[in-house]
Structures are given as structure tokens and as C-alpha cells.
């Protein structure tokens, strides 16, 4: 039996023979491109060759890429675990020809490889060839077709729709029809009742697709129609897990040897023999799917978060959590524990999983012990509910208010109320579902309107805004797009000086001069490799040529908070360690953040450290040395870090500010040297996850404004301590004062209130039974309650009213024994409303005990009276 690892170097090495360049996987999750979040498909690194805006390294390539369909077009996560061919993350296997080999080859080797190199039977094997589509105005793949039949018999190639095959990556963009390769695994008996080909794209776990050919040669414009390329490419997207299934022999991807050591680690973890019980079985290939997609996408930099992708992240670990907590009866963090068995079958290929594993524990442990705490409050309040309602129905909105807040996935309510032999109502469910997905489908509504180009000869942009901050432009081609909120164009130029979003560095803003007309660029954005500008209005003569002017202001201070995060990264390490990796950053004109891989929180000292190194590197005035092109590995040689999840060329960028202090691959725009920042000040620094912290800083006028604005602060302090040297001393004998004296205040008025007890006790009325005291006395609330309370515990039978004033405000305090109440039928919350109308206020509370407060002291001797009258009575 071929191993997993054996398969997937045979693929590799066949493509290698036939001139293929093998490139490593791109990151799994995206960057640069605004309609995706995470690589659904090999094709997805080289998107801006097929679209144009770069030139292919090689005319052939071939990889495996670690793939995540769990958003967007193509979907897959509610079908995971439930049947046993899907995935969240999987490897796809790919051969890509840009404008070189076309149907022919792509055809020919996919069969050779499959048949001749990996020996499986021809028998098992039905092609699937693009039937056309007349909407499209498509025809039948003839030439497709014809390569087949000279391979394969024309009974197993079958024609598909464009639902099958026609390959689209989103709703415009470079799309083909595809020709697929499926494999029937099922017994000799089966096969006997029904041919593999009427199995054939029918959902059938064993009559699978697990080869994917697409010709790329058309355009989808955002009218709908189909535009031809100029030049015709192959992107093969092959399932690893399924060809491993059908190589090993098994039935299943997670029988194969991908899954099957994980699938034992967790049923030995729960207890329960995989193979055994339908829901068990699903719930741990939920596990062991879901498992590998959060720990690439943290080795890729993506934590779970509360948006965005992060989200996605986060619902795929507490989907794993819920699927072991519901079915698997594991009530404790458990996910995390399987990292390390995850880490040793993989890292071979992907070596970014072994030099994040402490990172990928931590995180994933964090995020478990936070969603179970959810999980249980969720429970809670499914508990309480139930004790609550008597018909035995879930209403459809709590089920929506359990699964949206809580994390409940609907199968776990269902199944919380079945043990309760209560029912769950799903219309009413499906109703708040199809409404969210409603409401964020609105939101996320964009019309893009097709490029206008106006010089199809030039595409690419020149960037020339290292060196230069204004220069003549040319629009290349600019399109209309509106979304719910807005409306913009977007607009390519052949040559700019405006930096594009990239690498956490905000994109430039500026002007297009035309003359005395002037258009605002508000943004510079990079969408797979091209950079886009983006303006409210579009110039009147877009064929003129322009000035595109930076916002040198903008982008000087922009500038000078990227280099300095380069400084302080080089500090963080000298002062922490070197386990110290940048986990993200933002580099805006107003500030710079930072988060980095740290186990604590850093101490006062270690950021006075980092501050001091930094600033002392200001003053030193280092100049920047900026590297272009240099090959990758040569600037590894220099020290320079490549970070995780970050896709890399083969010739790099490299900054360093002194080669021994501080060396980064950057496409970023630096300082000449480094005195132009200033000054550098760190201004908070926290945990965002796990094992992460995040630092905020601020360099030039702002820290400058920053620092004076606290020195002002402490110049207001020591005005209120009147000058005195040590200030900080003066404030701490300030505040030792104040608790000495609060004490002695304490004390005196304990003393106060014995005192006046004494007086009051020596002055009860004998009323009908009752020992009654209305009295103004000169306490505060607090006081008058205590000396409530001392009274009643020595005088029985007691009927109290206290009135009292302070700061201008009048309080009034009625205590009557219980036992009076019941017999006399008094009531001191009913005393306390009636007579706190004489101080102008009110109160309330209980029969034996109430308060009030108003605005009118002198009106305490009224309520007084009052009380008196009432209490007779
Ligand atoms: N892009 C095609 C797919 O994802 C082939 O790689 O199926």
C-alpha cells in the first residue's frame, strides 16, 4: 500500500518530469485579494496571472495546496463529517500551464499519471466532458472530447452541465469549462447492479470526482457574457485525500492513513470505538477535519476572532468542540491535546505547523475553555426556559437566540429537548436563519461594473513611489463600483508613486491633477498584485495624462511608524527572546500596532527597555539599507525572518537599519535614515489571544504631543501640591492623611451615634402600647441607619422616625417592630411615602423598615409631625 506521503511525492516528481517548476503551497489564508478569504483552490496563488496583472516565473507549474472551503462560492463545511468524502481543509494536488500546454497534454498526463504511474484500473475511471450551455452560448467540448476518446472508451465519457463543468472562482474572473476524472470504489456486486456511469456526479460516497481539468479561455464580465482570453491556461485541481482513499484500497477519505491515527487518538480520548455508531463516527471526523483546519490557518497567522475571517476560524474550533460535547460526551478542552499528533504526521510537508505548535496549543486551549463557558451559560438559560413553559415546544427564535449566541448548533437543542421529551419548532428557526443570511448578504452586496481600459498595451503599473511622491499617469483602465453605502471607481494608472495596502502599511491617498482640475484619490488598495486606486468621482477626461500626487504628510508619518515597528521588533527580540515573531501589524499615519508571539505580560521594565533601544537607534541615526530583488534564500542568509502565512516571490525586498541590528523582507516605505522619527513612545500593550500581545506605539509629532500632554497632567499635579519637590511623595502622604482621617471620622461618628441613643433612649413615649421615638438627630443616612438598627435591638415594641439633613439634602429613616406591624397594622414603607412629601422627595421599602431622601430640609419638622399624627392614629 502507498503511503500518503509516497502519493503525494509521485504526483510532484511526475510533474517534475515533465518540466513542471514545483512551488511550495501559497498561505491558506489570503491577503491581497478582496473577494476571498482563504485559498479554496490551487489556482488561487497564481489568480493574477491568469488575470493578467503578472507574468508568469515559469510557463508550467505544479504543487500541493493546503486548502480551506468553508466560505464564499464554494462551501463545504456543513457537509463535513456527515458524509466521508468533504473537508474544511484539504490538500488539492495541481499542474498549471499559463499560456503553454493546453487540453491536449493536461488530458493526456492526467491519464498517464493516474493509470500508467499510480495503476488504477481503467475500469474504475468515467470522464465527464462540458455538454455547452446555450444561455452562455457555449457548445459541447468537442475538442476535449476527441483528446479523450483516443484514451479512454467513448461509453465512460459523459457530457456534464455547466453546473459540473464549467469552473468559475467567483461570480467574474477567468473561468473554462472543465473535463473531470471520477472514480467508482464500490464492490464487484454493486457495480454489477447499477454501471459506475449513471453514478456519476449523483452524491454517491464511492463514485467520486477526484480530478478536476479546467481550460481556462474565457472571461466572465460582470454583465454575465464571456469574454475570450488572449492567451488559453490549465489549472488541475486534484483531491489528495480522496486519491489517497482510492490508492489505499479504503472506502473512506478517513479511512485512509491521513485521518486513521487521529480518529484512534480521539475515540481512545472518548472512549468510543470509531466504526462502531453512526453519530460518534461523525462527530469524531468533524474532530479530526476540523482540527487541521484551525491549527494551518493559526500556523498562517489567522487567530480566531470576532470578525472576518478570524470568525470563520472560531465557528470551525467550536463546531469541533460541540460535535466531542455532544456525541463524545467530552465536557473539557480537548482539541488542543491532539495538536501535537497533528504536528508530528504533518510537519513534514508543512513545516509551519512544528515552529507554531506552542503558539497553535495555547490559542485553540484558550478558545475551547472560552466556548465551553458560553456552552454551559447557554445551558443554563435552556434549563430555565423549559422550567418556564408548559408546552413542551421550543419556539423557533430561542432556537435561533441558543444557535446565534450561544454556539448551539440546532441537532444539540434538538437533542437537549428530546431527553426532555420536548419538541423543537424548526419553521420558526429556519425563519431567523434565513433572515440573518439575508441580512448579511445585503450587506456584503457589491456591484462591480467591467473594466473599461483605455491602454490595453501596457497593463502592469510601474510603482514608482519608492523614490518619487509625484509623476505623470496614464489610466491604464478604472471600473464603477457601488456597495449598499457607497459608490466609487477604481482606477489603474501605468505608472503611480502611490503605495498599495500591503504588508500592514496603509495605502497612500493623493490627488490626479489635470490642470487645474483635481480628483482625490482616497485610497490605494492592492487586489492580486495590481494596484488599485480608489476615488469618489471620476476625472472628466479619463484619456488625459495626470499628476498623481502622494499626501507627502500622510505618507511621511506613515513611513516613519513602519520603520520604527522594524526597530521595535529587532528591541522585543533582544529583550524577550527569540521566540518573539510578529503576528500581525498595522502601520496607519496616527500610530503603529504591533502583535507578536509572547507568553506574559511584558513588565514595566522590559517596556522601558524596548523604548530606550529604539530611541537610542533614533538617535543614532542609522541609515536605512533598502536591497531590491534579492533572491530569497540569500536574504535568509542576511537574518532576515520570513513570517508565516506570508507568500513570498523568489526575489525579495530586504530592509536593514544596521545589518546587525535589525534585517526584514519588506515591501514597505522606509525612512533614509533613522532620526527622521524622533522620537518613539509605546503607548499600551495587552493580550489579544492566547500567546499573543499586542503593542501600540507612536513615534515623531504624536509621541512628542503625547508626552507634553502628560507632562501637562503632571504639572496640574504638582500645582495641587503646591509646588512641593517630590510630588509623588507629597500625593501618597495626601492619601495616607485621608485614611487616617476617614478612620477617625469613622470612629467619631460611631461615637455619635452611641451618644445620641443614649438621649433617645432616655426620652420613649409610651403611645398605645408602642415605644415611640420621632426625633431629628444631626447624622448622615448611614449614621441614622445604624442608630435604627442599635435601637430596635433594646427597645421592644419600637416605633421610630429619624429626620435628618445634610449637604443641603433632607433624609428621613422609619423603623417599626415586626411584630407591631402585624398587630397595629403599621407599615413603614406606607409612613415613609406619605410623609417624605414634606421634604420634597421619596422613598420606599418594607413594613418594618424605610427611607427616603428629598430636597426641602425644612421640612423635616413637618414630616416629623406628621409621622407623629400618623402613628397615633
Ligand atoms: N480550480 C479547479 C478546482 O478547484 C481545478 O483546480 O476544482
Redesign the pocket.
Given at each position: 500500500m502507498m503511503k500518503s506521503s509516497e502519493i503525494r511525492k509521485t504526483f510532484l516528481e511526475f510533474f517534475r518530469r515533465k518540466q513542471h517548476e514545483i512551488v511550495p503551497s501559497a498561505p491558506m489564508v489570503l491577503k491581497n485579494d478582496p473577494t476571498l478569504m482563504f485559498t479554496n483552490?490551487?489556482?488561487n496563488q497564481f489568480k493574477d496571472i491568469f488575470l493578467g496583472n503578472t507574468v508568469a516565473k515559469s510557463p508550467r507549474a505544479a504543487d500541493t495546496q493546503k486548502c480551506l472551503r468553508v466560505s464564499g462560492k464554494h462551501n463545504d463545511l456543513e457537509e463535513v463529517g456527515h458524509d466521508t468524502y468533504h473537508h474544511t481543509m484539504f490538500e488539492?494536488l495541481?499542474n498549471w500551464s499559463f499560456g503553454d500546454y493546453f487540453k491536449k497534454e493536461a488530458i493526456a498526463w492526467a491519464w498517464e499519471l493516474l493509470t500508467d504511474e499510480l495503476k488504477i484500473d481503467k475500469e474504475n475511471l468515467y470522464i465527464t466532458v462540458f455538454g455547452g450551455d446555450e444561455k452562455d452560448g457555449t457548445s459541447k467540448d468537442m475538442e476535449a472530447y476527441d483528446f479523450w476518446k483516443a484514451i479512454v472508451a467513448e461509453d465512460k465519457i459523459l457530457f456534464g452541465s455547466k453546473k459540473d463543468n464549467f469552473?468559475e472562482?467567483g461570480e467574474t474572473g477567468p473561468c473554462g469549462p472543465?473535463s473531470e476524472i471520477h472514480v467508482d470504489i464500490r464492490p464487484a456486486e454493486e457495480k454489477a447492479k447499477i454501471a459506475g456511469k449513471d453514478l456519476v456526479n449523483m452524491d454517491h460516497p464511492e463514485v467520486i470526482e477526484i480530478w478536476?481539468l479546467?481550460f481556462i479561455e474565457f472571461n466572465r464580465m460582470a454583465d454575465g457574457s464571456l469574454k475570450p482570453l488572449p492567451a488559453k491556461h490549465i489549472?488541475?485541481?486534484m483531491g489528495f485525500e480522496r486519491l489517497c482513499m482510492v490508492l489505499q484500497g479504503v472506502r473512506s477519505n478517513y479511512d485512509t492513513d491521513v485521518f486513521q491515527p487521529m480518529l484512534q487518538s480521539i475515540a481512545k480520548l472518548s472512549g468510543i470505538e470509531y466504526g462502531k455508531n453512526n453519530e460518534a463516527d461523525i462527530a469524531m471526523r468533524v474532530i479530526a477535519d476540523h482540527l487541521r483546519a484551525v491549527s494551518f490557518a493559526i500556523a498562517d497567522g489567522q487567530l480566531p476572532s470576532n470578525t472576518g475571517a478570524g470568525y470563520v476560524i472560531r465557528r470551525i474550533l467550536r463546531r469541533a468542540v460541540r460535535y466531542g460535547f455532544t456525541f463524545l460526551n467530552l465536557k473539557e478542552a480537548f482539541v488542543h491535546t491532539l495538536v501535537p499528533q497533528l504536528v508530528a504526521e504533518m510537519s513534514e510537508t508543512f513545516t509551519e505547523l512544528k515552529s507554531q505548535q506552542g503558539l497553535i496549543e495555547k490559542v485553540i486551549q484558550e478558545e475551547e475553555v472560552s466556548f465551553l463557558r458560553t456552552l454551559s451559560q447557554g445551558i443554563k438559560k435552556f434549563e430555565n426556559y423549559i422550567s418556564e413553559k408548559a408546552d413542551k415546544v421550543i419556539d423557533g427564535k430561542f432556537a435561533f437566540e441558543l444557535f446565534d449566541t450561544y454556539g448551539f448548533p440546532i441537532d444539540l437543542t434538538q437533542l437537549m429537548a428530546r431527553e426532555q421529551d420536548w419538541t423543537v419548532d424548526m419553521e420558526g428557526f429556519e425563519k431567523g436563519l434565513t433572515e440573518q443570511k439575508e441580512r448579511s448578504r445585503q450587506a456584503a452586496v457589491v456591484d462591480t461594473e467591467d473594466w473599461i481600459e483605455l491602454n490595453t498595451d501596457i497593463q502592469s503599473t510601474e510603482f514608482v513611489g519608492y523614490t518619487e511622491l509625484s509623476c505623470s499617469s496614464k489610466i491604464n483602465k478604472y471600473r464603477k463600483v457601488k456597495t449598499k453605502k457607497k459608490e466609487f471607481y477604481e482606477v489603474v494608472l501605468d505608472k503611480t508613486p502611490f503605495y498599495a495596502e500591503s504588508g500592514g502599511q496603509v495605502g497612500d491617498s493623493g490627488l490626479l491633477i489635470d490642470g487645474d482640475k483635481k480628483y482625490e484619490i482616497i485610497e490605494t488598495k492592492n487586489d492580486n498584485n495590481q494596484s488599485v486606486h480608489i476615488l469618489p468621482a471620476l476625472p472628466e477626461h479619463p484619456e488625459n495624462i495626470f499628476t498623481a500626487q502622494v499626501d507627502i504628510e500622510k505618507r511621511k508619518l506613515t513611513t516613519n511608524n513602519h520603520s520604527a515597528t522594524h526597530l521595535m521588533h529587532a528591541a522585543l527580540r533582544m529583550v524577550l527572546g527569540d521566540h518573539v515573531e510578529q503576528k500581525g501589524s498595522l502601520v496607519n499615519p496616527e500610530r503603529l500596532r504591533f502583535d507578536f508571539s509572547h507568553f506574559g505580560k511584558m513588565t514595566a521594565e522590559e517596556i522601558a527597555e524596548v523604548e530606550k533601544i529604539v530611541n537610542k537607534k533614533i538617535r543614532e541615526n542609522v541609515v536605512s539599507g533598502v536591497h531590491q530583488n534579492v533572491p530569497i534564500e540569500e536574504a535568509k542568509g542576511m537574518g532576515a525572518m520570513a513570517l508565516f502565512g506570508e507568500k513570498y516571490g523568489d526575489f525579495v525586498r530586504v530592509i536593514d537599519f544596521d545589518p546587525t541590528y535589525s534585517v526584514e523582507l519588506c515591501g514597505g516605505t522606509h525612512v533614509p535614515a533613522t532620526g527622521q522619527i524622533g522620537m518613539f513612545k509605546i503607548i499600551s500593550e495587552g493580550a489579544i489571544a492566547a500567546g499573543v500581545r499586542r503593542i501600540e506605539a507612536i513615534t515623531a509629532d504624536a509621541a512628542e504631543y503625547y508626552i507634553n500632554d502628560q507632562l501637562n497632567t503632571f504639572a496640574e499635579v504638582k500645582a495641587c501640591v503646591k509646588g512641593a519637590k517630590d510630588p509623588v511623595k507629597a500625593v501618597t502622604d495626601l492619601q495616607d492623611q485621608i485614611a487616617k482621617l476617614q478612620k477617625e471620622v469613622d470612629a467619631f461618628k460611631k461615637q455619635q451615634v452611641q451618644l445620641i441613643k443614649a438621649d433617645l433612649l432616655s426620652s420613649v413615649e409610651q403611645v398605645d402600647g408602642m415605644n415611640v421615638i420621632i426625633r431629628k438627630v444631626n447624622l448622615d443616612a448611614g449614621g441614622a441607619k445604624d442608630l435604627a438598627f442599635a435601637l430596635k435591638k433594646e427597645l421592644d415594641k419600637l416605633v421610630l422616625t429619624l429626620g435628618y439633613a445634610n449637604d443641603g439634602k433632607a433624609g428621613l429613616t422609619v423603623v417599626i417592630d415586626e411584630n407591631l406591624c402585624k398587630e397595629k397594622d403599621l407599615n413603614a414603607g406606607a409612613i415613609i411615602r406619605e410623609i417624605s412629601k414634606e421634604i420634597r422627595g421619596g422613598g420606599g421599602g418594607q413594613a418594618h423598615f424605610a427611607t427616603a431622601g428629598g430636597k426641602n430640609p425644612d421640612g423635616i419638622d413637618n414630616a416629623l409631625s406628621k409621622a407623629k399624627e400618623l402613628i397615633s392614629k
Open positions: 483552490a490551487g489556482m488539492m495541481g469552473w472562482m472543465c478536476n479546467v489549472d488541475t485541481g
